[in-house]
């Protein structure tokens, strides 16, 4: 595997120092996940833009896509929700100490237990959560699986989150997410419920659909590996949509 970098400066408003701190965190983040920079580009650009592009191999039978889920499966995700509200509240000048220490950890920390389920027969089907929110993603693994998935009401969240949603801090992408997939979804009326599941997640964690008899056995190895495991759900027969049980 190996990387490439793109980025883009704005001249004669961040100072090449400032630039040159941007620029270590993608080093810094390969270097963790055990992968090369190999290259890049740098371009002129009106907003300051740091960004890699990742390449690598996977063995064709070890291929874990958001389309294997079966009914019965337990969803599993390894990081707690709530990376919009708290942006939000940064943005806001409403986010503490604690918060934005929160915010830092959960999205700096790398998703490399992924590439750690390959070749597990007990886990069918994987995607990460980010844009779409909890909500979106977890409609593609029920549409790539062709049944129902059941979300827990009371997913994990980040410190702060539900007391800023009580308090009506959200992202307008939320209401975007809901507007695009709303009419799958049943079980949910408007609130903090529903801006939570569908709060977008930079850096989110990964929504594991795994077999029940195995889910302790994987939780073990989660644990081992330092990686987050909270149950949120199962997938269950019935038409492609999610349902969010109260």
């Known amino acids: 595997s190996l990387a490439l970098a793109i980025v883009g400066t704005p001249d004669n408003i961040l100072s090449p120092p400032t630039m040159g701190r941007v620029q270590e965190g993608g080093p810094a983040a390969c270097t ?22 990742v390449m690598g191999l996977v063995h064709p039978d070890h ?36 918060g934005y220490r929160a915010l830092k950890e959960t999205t700096t920390r790398l ?9 597990r027969p007990e886990v069918h089907a994987v995607t990460d959560v980010t844009g779409f929110g909890l909500l979106g ?5 029920a549409r790539g699986a062709g049944a129902t998935v059941e979300l827990t009401a009371a997913p994990p969240t980040l410190p702060g989150v539900r007391d800023l949603l009580e308090a009506g801090v959200r992202t307008g992408a939320s ?5 695009s997939y709303g009419p799958e979804v049943d079980g949910l009326e408007p609130g903090a419920l529903r801006d939570l599941l569908t ?48």
């Open 32 to 53: 963790a996940a055990g992968i090369p920079i190999a290259g890049g580009h740098s371009i002129d650009s009106v907003e300051p833009i740091y960004g890699l592009a």
């Open 63 to 98: 291929v874990l896509t958001n389309k294997g889920a079966r009914p019965g499966d337990v969803l599993v995700l390894t990081k707690p929700l709530g990376v919009g509200v708290l942006s939000a509240a940064f943005r806001q000048d409403r986010l503490g100490k604690d």
């Open 111 to 119: 998703n490399s237990f992924g590439a750690r389920l390959a070749g």
């Open 137 to 141: 993603h977890a409609l593609e693994m």
């Open 175 to 179: 209401a975007r997410n809901w507007a």
């Open 199 to 246: 709060d977008p997640q930079t850096s989110g964690g990964l929504l594991i659909a795994v077999a029940e008899a195995e889910v302790d056995a994987l939780a073990a190895f989660a644990r081992i590996d330092g990686t987050g495991f909270d149950v949120v759900g199962r997938v269950v027969e019935g038409p492609p949509r999610v349902r969010v049980l109260p």
